[in-house]
């Protein structure tokens, strides 16, 4: 069975600073990789996405990520934290036992920027 | 471009009250559709998907039900709500065959009072 674990629930960094934020899937199948960020009050936005082709990903808004299959992993990162990068993230993986697409989620993780 | 359209957007619903959430989407054709729900300090938790008209599928048991009378229409019902229907509710669509990407409404926040 598919399942994702997010690694904290909540990570403080400094404006400037690394955003590091760890995602470790379990897949029975080749999975597909996906990096959600949510805005209070909105919906979900997708910021990257690993589908089998280079394992480095670059997303939107700076951000980046890396699969790594030895490890289970699709760590998010990005050099150096804005103001406008707190939110909560939602890493996700593909479901490709049945149709229709479906993900499963993480439990997110907000990300506080202190200025 | 596809555009995706929740409403309404807020709502205050007494317990025992009926609920009708309604899901849109514009600019595609036959997508696949979803209905997830985050309590507060639950995550992300699927509720139903749909792969076409009259193929719904459930992944929790519940008081909701799901019914999508048009392609591109998905709405989230209850005939009576409980307090735990409390949340913010989420549609989402992809397109079939493709590489899972899902693409999420502006969602709904209801309160049961």
């Known amino acids: 069975a598919q399942s994702v674990t997010q690694l904290g629930s909540h990570v403080s960094v400094s404006e400037g600073a690394l955003v590091l934020l760890r995602c470790n899937y379990s897949?029975?199948?080749?999975?597909?990789l996906f990096w959600y960020v949510q805005y209070p009050n909105q919906g979900l936005q997708l910021l990257l996405k690993y589908t089998s082709a280079a394992t480095l990903v670059k997303g939107i808004n700076g951000f980046e990520a890396e699969f790594k299959k030895s490890e289970t992993s699709f760590h998010l990162t990005k050099p150096s934290a804005h103001m406008s990068d707190a939110a909560e993230y939602f890493c996700?993986?593909?479901?490709?036992?049945?149709?229709?697409?479906?993900?499963?989620f993480g439990g997110g993780t907000r990300v506080l920027v202190k200025p | 471009s596809q555009t995706i359209h929740q409403w309404p957007a807020t709502l205050v619903q007494p317990v025992g009250s009926p609920l009708s959430l309604e899901c849109t989407v514009e600019g595609t054709s036959n997508p696949n559709l979803y209905w997830y729900r985050q309590a507060a300090g639950r995550g992300l938790q699927l509720l139903f998907y749909s792969i076409g008209i009259d193929q719904i599928s459930s992944e929790v048991p519940q008081n909701l039900s799901a019914s999508r009378p048009q392609d591109r229409q998905f709405i989230l019902s209850s005939k009576k709500l409980l307090l735990s229907d409390s949340g913010f509710y989420l549609c989402?669509?992809?397109?079939?065959?493709?590489?899972?990407?899902?693409?999420f409404g502006p969602g709904t926040r209801l309160t049961v009072t």
């Open positions: 897949s029975s199948v080749p999975p597909y």
């Open positions: 996700a993986v593909s479901d490709r036992r049945t149709a229709g697409n479906k993900l499963t």
């Open positions: 989402a669509w992809s397109v079939t065959g493709s590489k899972y990407e899902q693409y």
